[in-house]
C-alpha cells in the first residue's frame, strides 16, 4: 500500500512541477498568457481548469476503458475526449454565470477557449497513452491541472509588481510577458532533479 502511496505521490509531483503542462510541454498557453494579468483572475481561471482536468481525465478514462476499448473504436478516444471537455467546459460556464458573475465576466473569452486548451485534451491522450487506470488519471489530470494553476498565479503575481516598474519600451506589453515565461521555464527545469 505505500509503495502505492509514493508512486502516486511521485505522480503528482512530477506532472504538478517537473513536467509542467505550460512551462516544459508548452501546452495550453492561450490562457496562461491572456488570462494572468491579475492574481485574482488567474487564480479563478486555475480553478476552473483543475475542476475541468479533474473532471475529464476521470469520465475520459472511464469512457475509454468501459465504451470505446470493449466495442474496439479507440481511435476515436480524441473526438471522443474533445466532446466531453466541451461538455465541462459548458457546465463550468453556466455554473460561473449563475453564482460568480464577476470571475465570469473577468475571465471572458478565455472561459470557453478551455474547450479548445490542448492542455486538457493532452491529459487524457496522455492519461490513455502511458496506461494509467481511472483513478491514477484522475490524479494525473489533478496534478497538472494544479501545476498550471500555480503557473498562471507566478506569472500574473510577476505581472502585477512589473506593470509598477520601469521596463524599457521595446519590452512593453507581450515581450516582456514571453520573456518572463521563459525564465519560469528555465527555473521549473530546476526541479527535473527531484525525480
Known amino acids: 500500500m505505500w509503495e502505492q502511496v509514493r508512486e502516486l505521490l511521485l505522480l503528482m509531483l512530477g506532472s504538478a512541477l517537473v513536467s509542467n503542462v505550460v512551462l516544459s510541454q ?3 498557453l492561450c490562457p496562461f498568457l491572456g488570462v494572468s494579468r491579475k492574481v485574482e483572475t488567474a487564480a479563478g481561471m486555475g480553478t476552473a481548469v483543475i475542476f475541468v ?19 474496439g473504436i479507440e481511435y476515436l478516444q ?34 470557453p ?11 487524457a491522450l ?30 500574473a503575481g510577476i505581472r502585477e509588481k512589473m506593470a509598477y516598474n520601469d521596463i524599457p519600451e521595446a519590452f512593453h506589453g507581450m515581450p516582456i510577458v514571453l520573456l518572463t515565461a521563459g525564465l519560469m521555464a ?9 525525480l
Open 113 to 123: 477557449l478551455i474547450t479548445t486548451n490542448c492542455a486538457v485534451l493532452g491529459v
Open 78 to 111: 480524441t473526438i471522443v475526449f474533445i466532446l466531453v471537455i466541451a461538455a465541462l467546459v459548458q457546465f463550468v460556464e453556466m455554473f460561473l454565470k449563475r453564482y460568480m458573475k464577476g470571475l465570469y465576466e473577468a475571465l471572458g473569452v478565455y472561459l
Open 26 to 28: 508548452f501546452l495550453g
Open 126 to 155: 496522455t492519461n490513455v497513452q502511458k496506461e494509467y487506470g481511472i483513478f491514477t488519471g484522475i490524479v494525473n489530470g489533478f496534478a497538472t491541472a494544479l501545476g498550471f494553476t500555480i503557473s498562471i498565479i507566478l506569472l
Open 53 to 71: 482536468i479533474t473532471l475529464a481525465s476521470g469520465v475520459a478514462g472511464a469512457i475509454y476503458r468501459f465504451a470505446l476499448v470493449p466495442l
Open 186 to 194: 528555465i527555473a521549473f527545469c530546476g526541479f527535473s532533479g527531484l
